[in-house]
């Protein structure tokens, strides 16, 4: 079957009979050092980046074919004013915790009098803080960029390109992996579907793009990875779906068979990580079929081990349930878990820092996002807080740099300095390494087929980390005596216990780093 863009891009309306040809640069802006950059971790394996701009490379592949189009991810690559004078526009897609860098590369566009067009959900949800774009596609740019594209050949374009509507994305071209040079990154990413089905109180997800999760054909997703695979990765893949078991009987009935195929075709060239909820752990049938096709890695949401709370925040699919067995079979299943932890809900007791550490603890969760409640705009919470007269200034973006935008019930300092408690506990190394051993007596692996590919960037890495770890960091005992024991009990394992050791010396950084700032210094 034909696995070609169903995207038309090469049709626009020409301007005076003149196809119009334009030079694009699609500009990425730069994370700050947060639990999600990994900056110190990709600075022990020299890498530059952990996920490509999958937004930008989409929308690049949506522009007409002609047009000459450069990538400038900021946080791989230094974005030059020789760059911004290139172009005739320059593309902005940012996250809200980018939001600053973003107002830097618009001020200079300003500066060198070159026009922007921006979207993505920073735009998307603060678009009216941005006098100085000149064109703002916003929501989904299947929906908002060909109509934007039409008027731009015409020369009649206008400011704001704007709609509720929730388009099909099996028409979603493939991203345009040519602009980027992928050795500079650890994972690559792919999307199939959009949505959630829940309606948790705080989530943005569903205002961004719904409650109906929309998802890609079979072909569609088999030719993003041909895509990748073509380009010569062979390393992990992160599904970027809002939940990516929001279909369940899609994924069991058609879409992980294909990819178990295509997987046992290629000899299995990738790992595939991703996120989902809770629920995962009540369907064998789905886990299965999820190992069986690679996955090894999935993030969830359990935010809270307080049920009070969240029956607060609506996270029906965590009520009523062990949730420390239910992340047990997952991993039982061989795969990883990655959990969201948020403190600050309204009925969260004054016990709750010492639940989320045990819980954190015994769940054997190494990878644990722990964050302050926020509301975003056009979430319920943010309307609930607007009547209550609750709301502070906007979101920072940043689950973890201690910031809120609103009046918690609890009081600040109180909840604060709990928080940094809660953080500096379980990233610190003894029990960073005790939750690792942790896991790994739980995590059950399945064998997989075939060697994994041992790269020259994998014993640079190692020896980097040996080098940070074992001689240069504060900690180095704890990274010796963990080195030494996996070596000898858990052998197997020593290449996923390496890669821990790493994230832990990240989220160690943040996380000293955040405690440093007296309370009266973090943003309200």
């Known amino acids: 079957?034909?696995?070609?863009?169903?995207?038309?891009?090469?049709?626009?309306?020409?301007?005076?009979?003149?196809?119009?040809?334009?030079?694009?640069?699609?500009?990425?802006?730069?994370?700050?050092?947060?639990?999600?950059?990994?900056?110190?971790?990709?600075?022990?394996?020299?890498?530059?980046?952990?996920?490509?701009?999958?937004?930008?490379?989409?929308?690049?592949?949506?522009?007409?074919?002609?047009?000459?189009?450069?990538?400038?991810?900021?946080?791989?690559?230094?974005?030059?004013?020789?760059d911004i004078k290139w172009a005739d526009y320059v593309f902005i897609s940012a996250m809200i915790v980018q939001k600053t860098s973003a107002e830097e590369v618009i001020k200079r566009c300003k500066k060198l009098e070159v026009k922007t067009v921006a979207g993505g959900p920073l735009f998307t949800s603060e678009y009216e803080e941005f006098d100085d774009i000149d064109h703002l596609v916003l929501n989904e740019a299947e929906t908002t960029l060909p109509p934007f594209l039409e008027d731009l050949t015409k020369g009649c374009a206008k400011r704001i390109y704007t709609s509720s509507e929730r388009p099909d994305i099996s028409k979603t071209p493939v991203p345009q992996w040519s602009l980027l040079n992928t050795k500079k990154y650890t994972t690559m990413s792919i999307q199939y579907s959009r949505g959630c089905?829940?309606?948790?109180?705080?989530?943005?997800?569903?205002?961004?793009?719904?409650?109906?999760?929309?998802?890609?054909?079979?072909?569609?997703?088999?030719?993003?990875?041909?895509?990748?695979?073509?380009?010569?990765?062979?390393?992990?893949?992160?599904?970027?779906?809002?939940?990516?078991?929001?279909?369940?009987?899609?994924?069991?009935?058609?879409?992980?068979?294909?990819?178990?195929?295509?997987?046992?075709?290629?000899?299995?060239?990738?790992?595939?990580?991703t996120e989902a909820s809770i629920n995962l752990a009540d369907d064998e049938e789905l886990m299965q079929l999820m190992i069986a096709a690679g996955f090894d890695t999935v993030f969830i949401g359990i935010e809270s081990p307080n049920e009070e709370s969240l029956v607060e925040c609506h996270k029906n699919q965590n009520i009523n349930r062990d949730l420390i067995a239910s992340v047990r079979t997952i991993q039982n299943h061989g795969m990883q878990v990655h959990?969201?932890?948020?403190?600050?809900?309204?009925?969260?007791?004054?016990?709750?820092?010492?639940?989320?550490?045990?819980?954190?603890?015994?769940?054997?969760?190494?990878?644990?996002?722990?964050?302050?409640?926020?509301?975003?705009?056009?979430?319920?919470?943010?309307?609930?807080?607007?009547?209550?007269?609750?709301?502070?200034?906007?979101?920072?973006?940043?689950?973890?740099?201690?910031?809120?935008?609103?009046?918690?019930?609890?009081?600040?300092?109180?909840?604060?300095?709990?928080?940094?408690?809660?953080?500096?506990?379980?990233?610190?190394?003894?029990?960073?390494?005790?939750?690792?051993?942790?896991?790994?007596?739980?995590?059950?692996?399945?064998?997989?087929?075939?060697?994994?590919?041992?790269?020259?960037?994998?014993?640079?890495?190692?020896?980097?980390?040996?080098?940070?770890?074992?001689?240069?960091?504060?900690d180095r005992w704890y990274f010796w005596r963990f080195y030494i024991s996996t070596l000898l009990k858990r052998p197997r394992s020593f290449p996923m216990s390496m890669a821990f050791a790493v994230y832990g010396f990240h989220f160690r950084t943040v996380v000293r780093k955040y405690t440093k700032t007296p309370i009266r210094d973090i943003k309200a």
């Not at 334009?22 to 947060?34: A, F, G, N, S």
């Not at 079979?218 to 380009?231: C, G, I, K, P, S």
């Not at 062979?234 to 294909?258: H, S, W, Y």
């Open 1 to 82: 079957m034909d696995r070609s863009n169903l995207w038309d891009n090469s049709i626009f309306p020409k301007r005076n009979g003149v196809q119009l040809k334009l030079k694009i640069l699609l500009v990425y802006p730069r994370y700050p050092d947060t639990f999600w950059s990994f900056r110190h971790a990709l600075r022990i394996i020299a890498k530059q980046a952990t996920f490509p701009p999958l937004g930008l490379l989409t929308v690049a592949a949506m522009l007409p074919r002609e047009w000459d189009k450069k990538l400038v991810d900021m946080n791989a690559a230094t974005l030059t004013d020789k």
């Open 197 to 273: 089905p829940f309606d948790c109180e705080f989530c943005d997800i569903i205002v961004l793009n719904g409650n109906r999760p929309r998802t890609k054909t079979r072909d569609q997703l088999l030719a993003e990875l041909d895509a990748l695979y073509h380009r010569g990765w062979r390393e992990t893949v992160f599904l970027v779906d809002d939940n990516f078991i929001g279909n369940k009987r899609k994924l069991k009935e058609e879409i992980l068979p294909a990819m178990i195929k295509w997987q046992e075709d290629k000899k299995f060239p990738f790992g595939f990580l």
């Open 339 to 474: 959990g969201g932890f948020i403190l600050g809900f309204d009925s969260d007791p004054d016990s709750i820092f010492k639940s989320q550490l045990n819980f954190i603890q015994k769940s054997g969760i190494v990878t644990a996002m722990v964050g302050l409640l926020n509301a975003p705009r056009g979430t319920k919470l943010y309307q609930r807080l607007k009547k209550e007269n609750r709301l502070l200034e906007d979101v920072s973006g940043d689950n973890t740099d201690g910031s809120m935008n609103f009046v918690p019930k609890m009081g600040r300092e109180k909840l604060i300095n709990g928080y940094r408690h809660v953080l500096t506990t379980i990233y610190s190394s003894k029990q960073y390494y005790k939750r690792v051993k942790i896991f790994l007596k739980e995590y059950k692996p399945r064998k997989r087929k075939g060697l994994p590919q041992l790269r020259f960037w994998h014993i640079r890495a190692l020896i980097r980390s040996m080098w940070v770890l074992g001689v240069w960091d504060r």
